[in-house]
């Protein structure tokens, strides 16, 4: 709803512009609006067959005269200003924080349908009459799904927009997810579980272009963080939602699944109905597709499509973005270290259950509540962002910078993963350490310490998101935040 209202306010606005320009009042303007011109100026600068009047285009503010890729005159449509209200990033903070929030909700749900079937792994492997071991798979192939998804979407979004994409691939991974809800053996489990990861890879690698739309560089120090906690917190927080469905004997572990259908069409719902496009030159697409319609002219273009010469071209240059990132060092370099903080997190998954049920004898319902330890280790690290914050002020004003954080040192965001990188090592040991039954009270100490050491994890996990985050989204050209999310995304794979 909130995207046809946005269509159709562009629309007006055009409407509105173009009104202006035929109605000028301006006695030299009126004159020469009358004066008679020869086919080339005609041809040159067109004319509005409106009351019988002929203004040149050029006077709509954000329109100027250009040549596209077949060196032939067209108008390029652009913001009428930098203050223009219809640029998602001058869209008032409250609207842009509830756009990164509906993010945050779509990317939750994707991550938390991840890891909410580690919670019945024992149901479910028996029901089907398999192994333990072999029901992991459900997890994995997931993952798997997801990393090999993450090449589709984003490319797509940055052709068509966030909005279609996001409707259509919550729609499709629904379904898939209701397919996993029904499966009547294990081989269609694992399948539907494949095809829903495939889908879900959206939530991060458009939802993370998404949030680069709406924010400049100094404000993605703290949109991130809010983008980044939910995110990254979701397959934290599946096993805490499935924690019980396992363990009660009166509910099915299909419930799971169920939930997991229920959450997705409450998204689907929120974001049909309050989601509004944030793709820059696809939202002058429509501005110039409206121009096109009302005047008959088809010189109207935007810059994107201006330099295009061809719908293949066009193509070819969004699908290949993430494959360049290939060649990229350090997209490769952050990449391979979060390929192994994120086996450490997916191996929890199945070491929680087993540390807290065999070696302390809780049950296997409140192991999965112990997950909660590292979403709020996630969550904490929050308190880094006002320390970030002051920092890259300082330096953009050290480096005269005019405010637009054109000079932000991107780098710069990397100091704190590796104050943060000790922390895995550190942790790893700590629960390695406290990894056993002893009976003084020195031990039961550090084993009630236990949550601190996921906390620290959490810590560094969610310090170093925010770094790559940053990086991928503000160290490239605004139309590829999307498809440079899609190599981080593939970690999972």
Known sequence: MAFFLQYRAIKCHVKEELQRVTEFSDPFSAATAHMPMTSDEAQELGGLQSAGKSEPFTRILGITLMEDGNNESCYQVDWVGP??????????????????????????????????????????????????????????????????????PS???ELVGRYPVYLGSLLVFACWILGAALAPNFGAQIVFRFLAGFLASTSLTVA?????????????????PLFAIPAFGGPVFGPVIGAYIGYEQDINWRW??????????AVFVLILLF????????LLH???????????????????????????NLFSRCFSRPFFLYTQPVVMAFTLYLVIVYIILFTFLDGYPCIFTETYGINEGL????????????????????????ITIRQLQRDG?????????????????????????????????????????RCRCINNTRHSLQSRYGLLLRRHFSSASAISASSCPHTCTSSTATRPTQRRC
């Open 83 to 152: 203050d223009d209200p219809h640029n998602p990033k001058q869209w008032s903070t409250l609207h842009r924080v509830g756009a990164t929030l509906l993010v945050c909700t779509v990317a939750f749900v994707a991550t938390a349908a991840s890891a909410i079937d580690s919670a019945v792994i024992t149901r479910a492997s028996a029901d089907f009459g398999v192994s333990e071991v072999a029901e992991l798979l459900a997890t994995a192939l997931f993952l798997v799904g997801f990393g090999l998804g993450a090449l589709l």
């Open 155 to 157: 490319p797509l979004s």
């Open 208 to 224: 993370g272009g998404s949030v680069g739309d709406l924010w400049n560089p100094i404000e993605k120090t703290f949109a991130f």
């Open 256 to 265: 799971t699944e169920w939930i997991t259908l229920i959450m997705i069409g």
């Open 275 to 282: 989601k509004r496009e944030s793709f820059a030159p696809r």
């Open 286 to 312: 429509y501005k110039a597709s409206h121009f096109r319609k009302l005047t008959g002219n088809n010189k109207f273009k935007t810059t994107a499509e201006a330099s295009h010469s061809s719908l293949g």
């Open 367 to 390: 192991s999965n509540i112990c997950f909660i330890g590292l979403f709020v280790g996630i969550a904490l690290a929050v308190v880094l962002v006002p320390i970030v914050y002051r």
């Open 401 to 441: 910078d005019d405010g637009s954080g054109s000079l932000i040192n991107r780098e710069s965001r990397l100091y704190f993963a590796m104050i943060g990188a000790p922390a895995l090592s550190i942790g790893l040991f700590w629960m390695g350490w406290t990894d056993y039954v002893c009976h003084c009270k």
